[in-house]
């Protein structure tokens, strides 16, 4: 699994959230397919194909939110949020595979950052950025996973 730091300029994105319990985290597929029906009701869209999920971790919730980029934020459908993500640093990789597997490169990811020193901002989101065109039909789907940090540093 390749890992990096990067910075992300801002993003401005138009969706719609959930919070809950970790039980109900089995509930967020749920949420992808209910934005994905809504796509076409979002004004300014960028040409991305992509579904943007940043998400809050707390101790014990969390909230997700299920999104499109857009060029600005206004007009936002009822039911839906709109906001910007600021610019950031993250620890980056990548993941190709199921859903419910990506806890584990998410944990993988936290042990790199613990390594090399990295901590992570617990006041930021972290993204998952989803890929429309790069699923199969095994049921696997192209992931980008972004973990906030509160510094950056060169390592290499």
Do not use: C
């Amino acid at each position: 699994m390749d890992i990096q730091v990067l910075e992300k300029e801002e993003i401005k994105v138009i969706g719609i959230s959930r919070s809950g319990t970790y039980s109900q985290m089995y509930n967020i597929p749920d949420l992808f397919n209910e934005m994905k029906g809504r796509l076409e009701e979002v004004p300014n869209q960028t040409n991305d194909a992509i579904l943007i999920a940043p998400f809050h971790s707390r101790e014990t919730e969390f909230t997700y939110y299920v999104t499109t980029p857009v060029e600005k934020v206004e007009n936002v459908p009822d039911g839906m949020v709109g906001f910007t993500i600021p610019r950031k640093n993250y620890v980056y990789s990548s993941y190709k595979g199921r859903f419910e597997e990506l806890e584990n490169t998410y944990r993988k990811m936290l042990v790199w950052m613990q390594e090399y020193g990295y901590d992570l901002d617990d006041h930021a989101l972290s993204l998952k950025v989803v890929k429309e065109n790069k699923s199969d039909n095994e049921g696997s789907t192209y992931f980008e996973l972004y973990l906030p940090v509160k510094s950056y540093k060169d390592i290499y």
